[in-house]
């Protein structure tokens, strides 16, 4: 069964960069073909997708985040990570890591990690 | 930028019918998925491909699309369904959420 367990600090300051790694479990990334991607969710607000990753490093990232969100993959560790740079207020949230539901594609996004609460403050 | 939008709130009865909408341009072209979020949970597909449920997913879950609109229907609605619904498309390669619906169960 597949799983996704999204880690990294909890608390960042205002203008650093989030780092946020999420470690597959029951599957490969890098033989099984799916894109990776990462979702974040402000409290109490909707679901706001950041952006996806291939095992190869192809991305695509949402393009009101794409000037500081960069994601990249590790193979040999079977995590695929984030990061996004120039923190403010703006970019707490729930940020949870989930697999697009088609090999090679952006699609629907199934199974979903348990999410992870970065709050931006200093 | 591609938008849907989803009314903020639907109440319904315990075993009544609840429809959430999902409004976008030509959505109907697109295939759209549908979220269930209860509070402190991580979002669970209930529907994919327009019309498809996942395995685990009950039958009173069904959702349809076709226009500018696409639409979850949730037949003999249970207390345990009360929780945030998202739908959700994509189009070159781009992901879109609806911003969500709280449906309580009066």
């Known amino acids: 069964q597949l799983q996704l367990q999204e880690s990294g600090p909890g608390l960042v300051k205002p203008s650093e960069t989030l780092s946020l790694t999420c470690t597959v479990s029951?599957?490969?990334?890098?033989?099984?073909?799916?894109?990776w991607g990462w979702i974040r969710q402000p409290p109490g607000k909707g679901l706001e997708w950041i952006g996806n990753i291939y095992y190869s490093g192809n991305t695509y990232y949402n393009p009101s985040l794409k000037r500081r969100v960069t994601i990249s993959v590790d193979t040999a560790k079977n995590q695929f990570s984030l990061k996004l740079s120039s923190v403010t207020a703006a970019d707490t949230a729930v940020y949870y890591c989930a697999r697009p539901g088609e090999v090679g594609a952006t699609t629907w996004f199934d199974p979903w990690g348990q999410g992870t609460l970065v709050t931006v403050s200093s | 930028s591609y938008v849907l939008t989803q009314p903020p709130s639907v109440s319904v009865s315990p075993g009544q019918t609840a429809s959430i909408s999902c409004s976008g341009d030509?959505?109907?072209?697109?295939?759209t998925s549908w979220y269930q979020q209860r509070p402190g949970q991580s979002p669970l597909l209930v529907i994919y491909?327009?019309?498809k449920r996942p395995s685990g997913i009950p039958e009173r879950f069904s959702a349809s699309n076709s226009g500018n609109t696409a639409t979850l229907t949730i037949s003999g609605t249970q207390p345990m369904d009360e929780a945030d619904y998202y739908c959700q498309t994509w189009d070159s390669n781009t992901v879109m959420f609806g911003g969500g619906t709280k449906v309580t169960v009066l």
């Open positions: 030509e959505l109907g072209e697109k295939y």
């Open positions: 029951g599957g490969s990334i890098s033989s099984s073909g799916y894109y």
């Open positions: 491909q327009d019309t």
